[in-house]
């Protein structure tokens, strides 16, 4: 059974940077949509970052647009979340999951499962 464990995560100031992991444990990630996800306090769980199973379709929420990178490493069965020049509007709890379809939107939290445990992002001074 496919297991995602997230790691990363941590206290960082404004304009810092951070990498997630998604360290998959069970199937292969690569017949699977992948995901990230956050939610702060108080707010509803959004899209931040998904990639298709074969690479040729990244969707990044507006928010992120040129700040983040998602990426896959085939080999370690781990996706990354790369997060550059972050914000205190970042500040979140991350999570990872999956989806094995094709199903639109592409990056919404409700058609993705096996989720992990996430991990805290603060952007703070």
């Known amino acids: 059974q496919l297991q995602l464990v997230e790691s990363g995560g941590g206290l960082v100031q404004p304009g810092g940077l951070l990498r997630l992991s998604c360290a998959a444990s069970?199937?292969?990630?690569?017949?699977?949509?992948i995901g990230w996800f956050r939610q702060a306090p108080g707010k509803e769980r959004e899209g931040v970052s998904c990639v298709s199973n074969n690479n040729d379709s990244i969707y990044y929420a507006n928010s992120v647009k040129g700040r983040f990178t998602i990426s896959r490493d085939g080999a370690k069965n781990t996706v990354y979340l790369q997060m550059n020049s972050l914000k205190r509007e970042d500040t979140a709890v991350y999570y990872c999951?999956?989806?094995?379809?094709?199903?639109?939107?592409?990056?919404?939290?409700?058609?993705?499962?096996?989720w992990g445990q996430g991990t805290q992002v603060t952007v703070s001074s």
């Open positions: 069970g199937p292969s990630l690569d017949s699977y949509r």
């Open positions: 999951a999956v989806h094995r379809g094709t199903l639109q939107p592409m990056c919404v939290w409700n058609l993705y499962y096996n």
